[in-house]
């Protein structure tokens, strides 16, 4: 006999929560179910806690993750992949993920190697880019999606694009237990009263000041009513606005002269406990303010115990009331209410009713039967033979790339230069222009040009020359920073900046549109070439090896810039010999921004020099980045959080796309070098890192702005979508194209 081995992920009891007491439900109906399965079931539970809250659990949670801890989450799926299960359960919820929207889950999910079914608590109507991206994402890795509304499965097909077949319609479970009405009203000694409850979590959205509005009406003509609210307020709300709705509700009471027909139980009570309540109440209601629940445990509690329920016709209840099973109201309309209430309470067999017809409901969806329903889909899942969830290894398919356009870089660049920053699509004037994104966007239209002859980038490409030269300095050294009213921010840029420009009029001199662009270019390259051999920056010495050899390219019989050239590249080795050990290849201690360039300027040189020990360098460091970056099937960019020490950890966050645009650059110069299709293969899946072959699995390409956003930080994608990132991903785009150009060729 062989044993079924599932992982639960959600909340988990003792934290007061409504999906922790659903995932305890779902364990307990699935591993406790003698009739679901043909086998025994075994599981446990990974209990997501909040805030640096500890609980003491039982013992079938083996793991707990932080919400906020990214690195919780990676130890959870290697933990979950070595535990010999079979399959993953997961219980969404927006709020109880970390990271923008829950974003971190997805670290999680894209490392399981086991499939999953996933419980959605939340699908939104109108969902942020975000929430979407990761509500879309989370579906797509999924093997089943379960949904417990009707209305559910539209919004996902409809608004997610997600595919039907993967959805499963499965009604929240409740409780098998079962109270005497007369029994549960004698033990809390409401023999003589009309009991109204509302119970669940407190906050504003809850509405409860509907039902005591309505409530003088109604206890005018039945003065025996009492209004039971049971339940503590939300910890999110308790955190962030203390009690201050439940003094409102209280004040109201007081004001309406209701205090002796209301009563407040501020606890957080056991389902046994809450059934005796719902057993010995006459009506139940839950008065939401809006219609954007799609599912609500409390109502399906009510309906399961056999509650008289009336609700405002929020989504879930507009389903689970139908066909006389419960009675609705409009939003915020107490008086509508008072007369529903009076008309039920002056009618006893229409109340007796709707509580007949909301138990024999109930009856089908008691836990044990939605456990079985579970224990079905796995069976299904497990028996179809799901492959393996690892990375796949890319595939190189030209028509994934969506279509090039430089639509966002124009909205970005006005007749001085291209803005640096942006708040999400929109300019941000206030940042200014900088050397370091003028002399990228040089570059990215000229190659534009040379490749496409897109009308567009042989508009733009003067503007950005222009700006390159109005930054330069009588010595050669250039300015960085221009404010929008075209003020200087500095006297001499970065040496980073410096490099860069030199590679774009390294790459201008040898793909000139016209001669007017040849001998600018070429003026400002030479009156900036005295400085060449004094940066101390490998990265700005890197930036100017390409620019160089770019240069050389159509002008090789230059013996003074191959010197220089030559000068420059051992000084990157001499940086290489002094850092590098067995278990370290690389130039410094650390492994910073921009990676690739320091190999990629090296495969320029090594291409032109034919030196053995500069391509010996190149090649090594090559593979070293190689295997920290791409270990697991996708490009992961060192974060530049804390950047990657030597003998330490190495950050994940924020991950920025020019990481991913030197990587693809130096594979392509490898490939040119060496004529090796493994590595047009290590290009495409780093461009992919902007598609969404990631850590997090998000695109950070924006398919309505043709944008980039601005990369990864902790909490999610930076929605920003300034110059570098967009000018990293077409340079990339650029590339990968004629990357596939070459390659036919070849083949």
């Given at each position: 006999?062989?044993?079924m081995?599932?992982?639960?992920?959600?909340?988990?009891?003792?934290?007061?929560c409504?999906?922790?007491?659903?995932?305890r439900?779902?364990?307990?109906?699935m591993?406790?179910?003698?009739?679901?399965?043909?086998?025994?079931?075994?599981g446990?539970v990974?209990?997501?806690?909040d805030h640096?809250?500890?609980?003491?659990?039982p013992?079938?949670v083996k793991?707990?993750?932080?919400?906020e801890h990214?690195r919780?989450?990676?130890?959870?799926?290697?933990?979950?992949?070595?535990?010999?299960?079979?399959l993953c359960?997961?219980?969404?919820e927006?709020g109880?993920f970390?990271g923008?929207?829950?974003i971190?889950?997805?670290?999680?999910?894209?490392r399981?190697?086991i499939?999953?079914?996933?419980?959605?608590?939340?699908i939104?109507?109108?969902?942020?880019?975000?929430e979407k991206?990761?509500?879309?994402?989370?579906?797509?890795?999924?093997?089943?999606?379960?949904v417990?509304?009707?209305?559910?499965?539209?919004f996902?097909?409809?608004i997610?694009?997600?595919?039907?077949?993967?959805?499963?319609?499965?009604?929240?479970g409740?409780p098998?237990?079962?109270?005497d009405?007369?029994?549960s009203?004698?033990?809390?000694?409401l023999?003589?009263?009309k009991?109204?409850?509302?119970?669940?979590?407190?906050?504003?959205?809850k509405g409860?000041?509907?039902?005591?509005?309505?409530l003088?009406?109604?206890?005018?003509?039945?003065?025996?009513?009492?209004?039971?609210i049971?339940?503590?307020?939300?910890?999110?709300?308790?955190?962030?606005?203390?009690?201050?709705?439940?003094?409102?509700?209280?004040?109201l009471v007081k004001?309406?002269?209701?205090?002796?027909?209301?009563?407040?139980l501020n606890?957080?009570?056991?389902?046994k406990?809450l059934?005796?309540?719902?057993?010995?109440?006459?009506i139940y209601?839950?008065?939401?303010l809006?219609?954007?629940?799609?599912?609500?445990?409390?109502?399906s509690?009510?309906v399961?115990?056999?509650s008289?329920?009336?609700?405002?016709?929020?989504?879930h209840?507009?389903?689970?009331?139908a066909d006389?099973?419960?009675?609705?109201?409009?939003?915020?309309?107490?008086?509508?209410?008072s007369?529903?209430?009076m008309?039920?309470?002056?009618?006893?067999?229409e109340?007796?009713?709707?509580?007949?017809?909301?138990?024999?409901?109930?009856?089908?969806?008691?836990?044990?039967?939605?456990g079985?329903?579970?224990?079905?889909?796995?069976n299904?899942?497990?028996?179809?033979?799901?492959?393996?969830?690892?990375?796949?290894?890319?595939?190189?398919?030209?028509?994934?790339?969506?279509p090039?356009?430089?639509?966002?870089?124009?909205?970005?660049?006005?007749?001085?230069g291209?803005?640096?920053?942006a708040?999400f699509g929109?300019?941000?004037?206030?940042?200014?222009y900088?050397?370091?994104?003028?002399?990228?966007?040089?570059l990215?239209?000229?190659?534009?040009?040379?490749?496409?002859?897109d009308?567009?980038?042989?508009?733009?490409?003067?503007?950005?020359?222009s700006?390159?030269?109005?930054?330069?300095?009588?010595?050669g050294?250039?300015?960085?920073?221009l404010?929008?009213?075209r003020?200087f921010?500095?006297?001499?840029?970065?040496?980073?900046?410096?490099?860069r420009?030199?590679?774009?009029?390294?790459?201008?001199?040898?793909?000139a549109?016209?001669?007017?662009?040849?001998?600018?270019?070429?003026?400002i390259?030479f009156?900036?070439?005295?400085?060449?051999?004094?940066?101390?920056?490998?990265?700005?010495i890197a930036n100017t090896m390409v620019?160089?050899?770019y240069y050389?390219?159509?002008?090789?019989s230059?013996?003074s810039?191959i010197?220089?050239l030559?000068n420059?590249?051992?000084?990157?080795?001499?940086?290489?010999?002094?850092?590098?050990?067995p278990?370290?290849?690389?130039?410094?201690?650390?492994?910073?921004?921009?990676n690739?360039?320091?190999?990629?300027?090296?495969?320029h040189?090594?291409?032109?020099?034919?030196?053995?020990?500069?391509?010996?360098t190149?090649?090594?460091?090559?593979?070293?980045?190689?295997e920290i970056?791409?270990?697991?099937g996708y490009?992961s960019?060192?974060?530049?959080?804390?950047?990657?020490?030597k003998?330490?950890?190495?950050?994940?966050?924020?991950?920025?796309?020019?990481d991913?645009?030197a990587?693809v650059?130096?594979?392509?110069?490898?490939?040119?070098?060496?004529?090796?299709?493994e590595?047009?293969?290590?290009?495409?899946t780093?461009?992919?890192?902007?598609?969404?072959?990631?850590?997090?699995?998000?695109?950070?390409?924006?398919?309505e702005?043709?944008g980039?956003c601005d990369?990864?930080?902790?909490?999610?994608?930076n929605?920003?979508q300034?110059?570098?990132?967009s000018?990293a991903?077409?340079?990339?785009?650029?590339t990968?194209?004629?990357?596939?150009?070459?390659?036919?060729k070849?083949?």
């Open positions: 006999m062989s044993v081995k599932l992982a639960y992920i959600g909340t988990y009891p003792p934290r007061e409504g999906i922790g007491a659903f995932t439900n779902l364990f307990d109906s591993v406790n179910n003698d009739e679901g399965s043909k086998d025994p079931i075994e446990f990974v209990a997501m806690n640096e809250q500890t609980y003491n659990y013992e079938e793991l707990t993750i932080r919400q990214q919780d989450y990676l130890s959870a799926v290697k933990f979950i992949n070595l535990s010999g299960v079979d359960i997961l219980e969404h927006f109880i970390g923008q929207n829950g971190h889950i997805l670290s999680l999910l894209h399981l190697e499939p999953f079914i996933v419980t959605l608590h939340t939104l109507k109108t969902p942020s880019y975000n991206a990761v509500l879309a994402e989370i579906c797509k890795l999924a093997n089943k999606i379960v417990m509304s009707h209305i559910g499965i539209e996902l097909t409809t997610y694009n997600v595919d039907k077949k993967k959805i499963v319609y499965i009604e929240h409740v098998d237990i079962q109270f009405h007369f029994q009203k004698k033990e809390f000694n023999e003589n009263k009991v109204l409850l509302t119970f669940g979590f407190i906050g504003r959205n409860i000041e509907t039902v005591i509005n309505a003088p009406k109604v206890i005018e003509k039945h003065p025996e009513v009492l209004y039971m049971l339940g503590k307020t939300h910890p999110n709300v308790l955190r962030y606005s203390g009690e201050e709705y439940r003094n409102y509700l209280q004040h004001r309406l002269k209701l205090n002796n027909h209301v009563i407040f606890e957080y009570i056991s389902q406990e059934f005796k309540y719902l057993s010995a109440s006459d209601v839950t008065p939401y809006n219609e954007t629940q799609i599912t609500s445990g409390t109502l509690y009510a399961g115990a056999g008289a329920v009336v609700s405002t016709p929020y989504w209840a507009t389903e689970l009331l006389g099973r419960g009675r609705l109201f409009n939003f915020n309309d107490s008086e509508g209410l007369n529903i209430l008309e039920l309470l002056d009618k006893p067999d109340l007796k009713m709707l509580r007949k017809k909301a138990y024999n409901y109930g009856r089908k969806i008691t836990w044990p039967k939605t079985q329903k579970y224990i079905a889909i796995v299904k899942i497990l028996a179809g033979k799901p492959v393996s969830f690892t990375k796949k290894e890319t595939v190189l398919d030209p028509l994934i790339l969506p090039f356009s430089l639509s966002h870089i124009k909205r970005l660049t006005d007749d001085t291209i803005i640096q920053h708040n929109i300019p941000n004037l206030k940042e200014g900088c050397l370091d994104d003028n002399a990228r966007a040089l990215m239209v000229l190659m534009a040009y040379r490749q496409k002859k009308s567009l980038a042989l508009d733009l490409s003067p503007i950005y020359l700006y390159i030269n109005y930054m330069q300095n009588k010595d050294t250039f300015r960085n920073f404010s929008f009213n003020n921010l500095d006297e001499v840029g970065s040496e980073d900046s410096f490099g420009t030199i590679w774009a009029l390294g790459y201008l001199i040898g793909n549109p016209n001669d007017a662009y040849y001998q600018t270019g070429r003026s390259f009156n900036a070439s005295p400085n060449f051999e004094k940066l101390q920056s490998i990265r700005g620019g160089i050899s050389l390219g159509s002008n090789s230059d013996d810039m010197e220089k030559r420059l590249s051992y000084k990157l080795v001499k940086h290489y010999e002094e850092n590098n050990s278990d370290w290849k690389w130039f410094e201690p650390l492994l910073a921004y921009d690739g360039m320091l190999p990629l300027a090296l495969l040189s090594a291409d032109l020099l034919r030196d053995s020990k500069i391509t010996e190149a090649l090594e460091t090559m593979n070293f980045l190689s970056t791409l270990k697991d490009f960019a060192i974060g530049n959080e804390k950047w990657y020490k003998g330490g950890a190495r950050s994940m966050f924020a991950q920025q796309p020019v991913a645009l990587m650059l130096m594979y392509d110069q490898a490939f040119h070098l060496t004529k090796d299709k590595y047009l293969t290590k290009l495409f780093c461009f992919m890192w902007f598609l969404g072959e990631n850590d997090l699995g998000m695109n950070l390409f924006d398919f702005t043709k980039c990369g990864f930080e902790s909490y999610g994608v929605r920003n300034g110059a570098e990132s000018i991903y077409l340079i990339s785009h650029l990968v194209l004629k990357a596939f150009e070459e390659l036919e070849i083949n």
